[in-house]
């Protein structure tokens, strides 16, 4: 089974500190994304990255950057957190053979990170 | 730009009952893939079902299936059977690739969701 583990579940962190938020995936998946997850507002795309070293923009990077150094390890930085950050963030994989249509084309979720800035 | 509509913020079902939830779409593109994916109180997000967009028969599994219709742009998901462990917040997804001038990545846009309650 895949694996997408997020270290750290429940963070509280003050205003201003600069917050790290790590995931690993075991597949050797090509494809890894964070989410942050509020309610009434569903999945929003923050970064998304398709290999290592390369990142894209999703629909809410702002306040955001992400590292992608190693192809299992995906991290999430919020250099000077804010209060309107406090959500949860929701890592993902996926593999990617270059097509759209493939066999168990899915995208593996983490168990989510809860973050509080106060 | 692909947007995905849940018109259902909440919704109960009494358990062994059947229950749809609504999912809409918007895109231009003509290739691409839905999802439902299911949210527990645990909070682990898990594949439900998945429907090719080139497929016209229906996707199902289990007591779960779908009704896309693709001219509409609709995708649906009818639970039969409810049981209590279906209980969860449920999620529509849309995915696509972005096409090469945009390095034909695939990016995956997800609906608000529906908070599915099952009675006893």
Not at chain 1, 49 to 60: L, P
């Amino acid at each position: 089974d895949v694996k997408v583990t997020q270290s750290s579940r429940y963070l509280v962190k003050r205003t201003g500190e600069k917050v790290f938020l790590e995931c690993v995936q075991d597949m050797d998946h090509e494809n890894m994304f964070w989410y942050r997850q509020d309610p009434g507002l569903g999945l929003r795309l923050i970064y998304f990255s398709y290999d290592v070293k390369m990142k894209e923009k999703g629909d809410i990077p702002e306040g955001y950057s992400v590292s992608r150094e190693k192809k299992e390890r995906f991290s999430l930085i919020l250099e000077s957190a804010s209060t309107n950050q406090t959500s949860m963030y929701l890592c993902a994989s996926r593999t990617d053979p270059g097509q759209l249509f493939f066999s168990g084309n899915t995208i593996y979720f983490g168990e989510g990170s809860w973050l509080t800035v106060v | 730009a692909q947007t995905v509509t849940q018109s259902q913020p909440e919704m109960s079902v009494q358990e062994a009952e059947t229950v749809t939830l609504s999912c809409t779409y918007d895109t231009s593109e003509n290739n691409y893939y839905l999802f439902w994916y299911k949210q527990p109180p645990s909070r682990q997000m898990i594949l439900v079902i998945r429907q090719e967009a080139y497929k016209q028969q229906n996707a199902t599994e289990n007591r779960f299936s779908v009704n896309f219709q693709k001219a509409a742009k609709s995708f649906s998901l009818k639970i039969s059977d409810s049981q209590l462990g279906d209980t969860a917040m449920y999620f529509c997804a849309f995915m696509t690739s972005l096409g090469m001038n945009s390095g034909g990545y695939q990016k995956v846009t997800f609906g608000t969701g529906t908070k599915l309650q099952v009675i006893p």
